[in-house]
C-alpha cells in the first residue's frame, strides 16, 4: 500500500521563485529519496536522505526530514522552466530498497 | 555510470498477446531488480523484485501467472505480460540495484518506462 502522501498535488509557480513539496508517512523508515519524473519518462533519483539525517543539499535542491512527524520536505530554489514534472518521494523502510511511493506533487514552472 | 536501459519504450497490440519487456543493467551487475507499474497521473506500485538466479516476490495483488518476471543474468531481468487485455494497459517501469548501491546514496537505478497499450 502507498504510505507515502505528497502535498500539494500540483503546484504552479513563476520561474525563479522556490518550490516546495512535503511528503509524509506513516511508518519507521531506513531512508527517504526523492526522484523526480518527466512525462512519460523513467525516475530521476534526486537525493537520499537517511533516518538519522535531518538536512541534506545538492545544488538547487535542499531536502529536510523530520523523523518525529513523520515528513519531508523538498524544496527547489531559483526554479527554471525545466524544473517542471511531477516529484516523488519514497519510503525504504529496511534499507533493502523495497521502495513505497508518495503520489507525488505536479510541478509547473511557468516562463 | 549505473544506467538501466528499458525495452520497448512503447508497445501497442491486439488482447491476447503476450509482451515481453527487457530491462538491462548496462555498466553494473544487477543482483536486484524491481519492476514498477504507473497508471496516468498516479503514483507507482511496487509488483515484484527478482533477484538473480531465484524466483521472483509478487507484492500482494499482482498474479504471478499473469506477470512473469525472469532475472535468469546479472545484467537482465524481463517482465511478460501474458495474455495481456486492456485492463493491462499501463506504464511499466524497471529499476537495478547490487549491494554496493544500497549502502551508497543512489541505491536503485531506474529504466525510462514501457508504455503498454493493449487495444
Known amino acids: 500500500s502507498q504510505q507515502g502522501e505528497e502535498d500539494p498535488q500540483a503546484l504552479s509557480i513563476q520561474e525563479g521563485e522556490n518550490a516546495t513539496m512535503n511528503c509524509s508517512y506513516k511508518?519507521?523508515?531506513?531512508?527517504l529519496q526523492w526522484y523526480r519524473q518527466n512525462s512519460g519518462r523513467g525516475l530521476v533519483h534526486l537525493i537520499l536522505i537517511r533516518s538519522n539525517e535531518r538536512e541534506k543539499h545538492s545544488g538547487r535542491l535542499r531536502v529536510t526530514l523530520d523523523t518525529s512527524k513523520k515528513s519531508s520536505s523538498l524544496l527547489i530554489t531559483a526554479s527554471r522552466a525545466a524544473d517542471t514534472a511531477s516529484y516523488f518521494c519514497a519510503t525504504d523502510a529496511s534499507g533493502a530498497q523495497k521502495l513505497v511511493f508518495g503520489q507525488g506533487t505536479r510541478l509547473t514552472i511557468n516562463p | 555510470g549505473a544506467v538501466v536501459s528499458q525495452h520497448p519504450s512503447r508497445v501497442i497490440c491486439k488482447s491476447g498477446t503476450s509482451v515481453k519487456i527487457e530491462c538491462r543493467s548496462l555498466?553494473?551487475?544487477?543482483?536486484?531488480m524491481f519492476w514498477y507499474r504507473q497508471f496516468p497521473k498516479q503514483s507507482l506500485m511496487l509488483m515484484a523484485t527478482s533477484n538473480e538466479g531465484s524466483k521472483a516476490t509478487y507484492e500482494q495483488g499482482v498474479e504471478k501467472d499473469k506477470f512473469l518476471i525472469n532475472h535468469a543474468s546479472l545484467t537482465l531481468s524481463t517482465l511478460t505480460v501474458t495474455s495481456a487485455h486492456p485492463e493491462d494497459s499501463s506504464f511499466y517501469i524497471c529499476?537495478?540495484?547490487?549491494?554496493?548501491?544500497?549502502?551508497?546514496?543512489?541505491?536503485?537505478?531506474f529504466g525510462d518506462g514501457t508504455r503498454l497499450s493493449i487495444l
Open positions: 555498466d553494473f551487475q544487477a543482483t536486484t
Open positions: 511508518t519507521s523508515i531506513n531512508n
Open positions: 529499476s537495478a540495484s547490487n549491494r554496493e548501491l544500497i549502502v551508497g546514496n543512489q541505491p536503485q537505478h
